[in-house]
Structure formats: C-alpha cells, structure tokens
C-alpha cells in the first residue's frame, strides 16, 4: 500500500459499507491492518460477513458513530450531503474520499492492475479476467460487482502482484483509476441524469483510455462508433476485438447448443490460438470472453492457461443465473437494466430450449426510464410476453413523469404482448395462471426483482 496516501489513516469508517463494492473496499483494508468500520442503513448478508470478519458495523446513520478516533471516512454516491456522518466528520475536520478515489489509490499499488469499463458487460468481464487468474495461480485481488462463484464473494484479498477491479463510469468513478490494462466492452447513452448527453459519456471514456501508462495495453470492442476518435491520442499499446469487422481479437466457428453453451476458435491477428467451451450463454458473452483473452495475454499468461480459466467460469450472481425449475418451467434471473442488455439477454434466452419466454421486466430508476424510453420499448423482440413491474426507484423520487404503465402501451405498440401487474404478488399469481410445461420465466433488471422468480419457485 503506497504510504504516501495511507501512512496518515490507520483508522477508516466506510458510510454504506453494505455496499458490494464498498464491503469489498473495506476486507482489503482490513487484511491489510487498518481498523476498519462503518455503517449501512439496513442490516444484510453482507454485513453480517463483514461482522463476522470482525468489522464492526453500524446500522443506521448516526453522527455519533463518528469517533474521535476516526481518521478517515469513506462514502460512496448514493451518500448524500445531509447524511449525518458526512456532516460529523466535516465538523471533525476528518479527511474524506468517495468510493472510487479509495479504489484508485488501491491499485495504485498493483503493477499489473487491470480495469473493467463499459456501459455493460463489466461484471462479467471481470469475473472471467479473474478467473483466468486464478486458474493460472496469479492469486490475484479482486473487486467484482457481484458474486463470483469461484471465491463465493465479491472480494478476494491475493498476495500478489495483480488486481482486477471493475471500472463504473457513474459520476467518472473510473476516472480515479490508472490501470495497467484497461478494457472498453462497449460504450452507450446511460446515466443521462449524470452525463446529459452521449457526447460526454464518449469524453469520460477517452479520458479513462489516456490514464493508461504507454507501456500498458487499451482492449477495446471494434464495434464501438467513431472508433478513431475516442483512440486519437491514446498513448497505449491498443488491441480491438469483436464479431464483425477487423479486429485484433475475433472468434470463429461459433457453435451454440440448446443449454446456451457456445464454443469458438480464437483467432490473434489471423493466427489461430485455440477452441474456447464458455459456459455461459449468449454472443454478447463471446465477445466479453475475446476482451478477457486479450487482456490476459497483454500480462503473458500462457495461452492453455487463459482457455482453462474461460471454461471454468459460471458466471456471476444475478448474470443470466439459473433459479431453479418448478413443474417443468425454468426460471433464470439477469441484472440487464439498459435496454442492449436486454436484447442480448433476450437473444440468448431464446437459443435455450422453450415454448414461451415470460419476461418479468423492473425498469431501474425513472430519470434511465424517461431517457431511454424508446429503446426500452424495442428492447423485448425476442420475448413472447412481457410483464411489467413497477419502477425501481433506486436514490430517485416518483416526480409523475414516467410509469410503467406507459411502457406497457408503449411495447403494445411494437406488437408485443406486454402485461403491467405492479406489486410482486400480483406478478406471480399471473405467472402462476399462465406459464405452462416447457416456458422460460425470465427475470430481468437491477432492482429487487429476482425476488419474483424466488417467490414464484416457493409457492
């Protein structure tokens, strides 16, 4: 840990350390001898690990929680500026860093520091690249945006060299990170209620690749628009990949089977490399498989190695993640929460074994809702009947601009069968009335709606 930073804070406080990311944040420190607390509004699995950890953990917001002790306080974006211990802690004169400047001055400490960036995709990226390393006994650490079987947590604290991180561009969160190698997966209008335009989001991108050291590597999707531009000035070695077009990295000879597994031969620059089974479903999944492959390879990680590591990754938590079955219908639960995942989500639903796909959809957040309505309404193409819960309202209040129920008219539009039910109940009394033998019951978004494909298997 570089003690120019770290010398000063032996005692840390995370606000929102149930966090996924923040937990994470707060098990690196504390295997690394710092005193370690914080707090979070609602006790959780999380932080009962980290309790368990020996992380003592507040429930609820206190200013009181502030001790004199504390000498440094760590927040992350849902916090804001009326929280009572960010309040306490300026009246204390306590230092204070955001989640992500916490997590760049981490890895500052990694030569072989790998971040995960796009608009989606970057969860499971990340689980790959980490799984590559372990396979090839890196012992790297870890900070991934959900669970990754392989460690059963988010988190893994290595001895080694190597840190991979996942790279959220909210807020330019990723903007406090200087990778050794850096991956772009894709890059698209999201978080318009932080970056107003595309245009921005494109910037926000291009300053990411330019924090790169030359002697790093940029792994970049060729597909992404106007290419050259976000690349113009990049210092960086820079390695494409992709399905279509020339790129550095592509995939051949793809096959999938009716379980969604796909196979593909691995091509560098023409020059085949080797055959990947992937165990997870979907093309969009091969084209995250190619990125991880070609970041792993950037570090010289023997080929056979990198392959291994790709077949023995199952995915994360809430990434197209099987539930279980009842009464011969399959229920699989996915994060997708913009509306390309959705479709790729979709696509890749639709190559497994069904009658009809049922897909229970919770839009995430009114502000994402309103900006991208249109492509909400597109994204269900390959659903037969899509059923809509009510908005997931995240850290924004219901201003009566956007409801669910006009994306039901919306989609009735494309000529789809979409279905506004609300409340969970009233979703899994309808599923319990209509999915037969052989139906695929999808549960997609970023809120709580995997509870209805739970609630749904227990009745």
Request: glycine share 8%; proline share 2%; net charge negative.
């Amino acid at each position: 840990m570089k003690q120019n930073f770290f010398e000063k804070y032996h005692t840390v406080y995370f606000i929102g350390i149930g966090g996924i990311s923040m937990s994470g944040l707060a098990e690196i420190l504390k295997s690394r001898g710092f005193s370690v607390s914080g707090s979070d509004m609602n006790a959780s699995a999380v932080t009962e690990r980290l309790c368990q950890d020996g992380i003592a953990v507040n429930i609820g917001h206190k200013a009181e929680n502030i001790t004199e002790d504390i000498q440094l306080v760590v927040y992350t974006a849902a916090i804001k500026e009326d929280n009572p211990e960010l309040i306490a802690a300026k009246q204390k004169n306590i230092k204070i860093i955001d989640r992500a400047q916490l997590l760049g001055k981490i890895m500052e400490d990694y030569p072989h520091s790998i971040a995960v960036a796009g608009t989606h995709g970057k969860t499971t990226t990340t689980g790959m690249v980490s799984d590559i390393l372990i396979y090839a006994r890196k012992d790297p650490t870890i900070t991934v945006g959900g669970i990754l079987p392989t460690i059963d947590s988010n988190t893994k604290v290595g001895a080694s060299s190597y840190f991979v991180a996942e790279a959220c561009e909210y807020f330019d969160s990723f903007l406090q990170f200087y990778p050794f190698v850096g991956i772009i997966l894709n890059i698209e209008a999201d978080h318009l209620d932080y970056f107003k335009s595309l245009e921005n989001i494109r910037a926000s991108f291009h300053r990411f690749a330019s924090h790169i050291p030359a002697k790093g590597t940029l792994v970049i999707h060729n597909e992404i628009p106007h290419l050259e531009e976000l690349l113009e000035d990049i210092p960086c070695h820079i390695e494409t990949f992709g399905l279509k077009g020339r790129a550095n990295w592509t995939a051949e000879n793809i096959d999938h089977d009716i379980n969604g597994k796909n196979s593909f031969d691995v091509y560098h620059n023409g020059a085949f490399l080797g055959r990947v089974t992937l165990y997870v479903p979907g093309e969009h999944n091969i084209t995250n498989a190619l990125s991880a492959f070609a970041a792993a390879y950037a570090l010289s990680l023997p080929t056979e190695h990198i392959i291994k590591g790709l077949e023995q990754f199952r995915g994360t938590e809430r990434r197209f993640q099987k539930k279980g079955e009842k009464d011969g219908i399959l229920v699989i639960d996915d994060y997708a929460h913009h509306p390309t995942e959705i479709k790729a989500t979709l696509s890749a639903a639709k190559k497994i074994k069904h009658n009809k796909i049922y897909c229970v959809f919770q839009s995430h957040t009114y502000s994402r809702t309103k900006f991208l309505f249109d492509s909400f309404a597109e994204a269900f193409s390959d659903a037969d009947v899509i059923v809509l819960a009510d908005i997931y309202a995240a850290r924004e209040k219901d201003t009566g601009l956007i409801h669910a129920r006009d994306l039901e008219k919306k989609i009735a539009l494309q000529g789809k069968n979409a279905v506004y039910c609300g409340d969970f109940h009233s979703i899994v009394q309808y599923l319990n009335q209509h999915c037969q033998r052989g139906d695929l019951i999808l549960t997609v978004g970023a809120g709580d709606i995997y509870k209805v494909g739970e609630q749904f298997l227990n009745q």
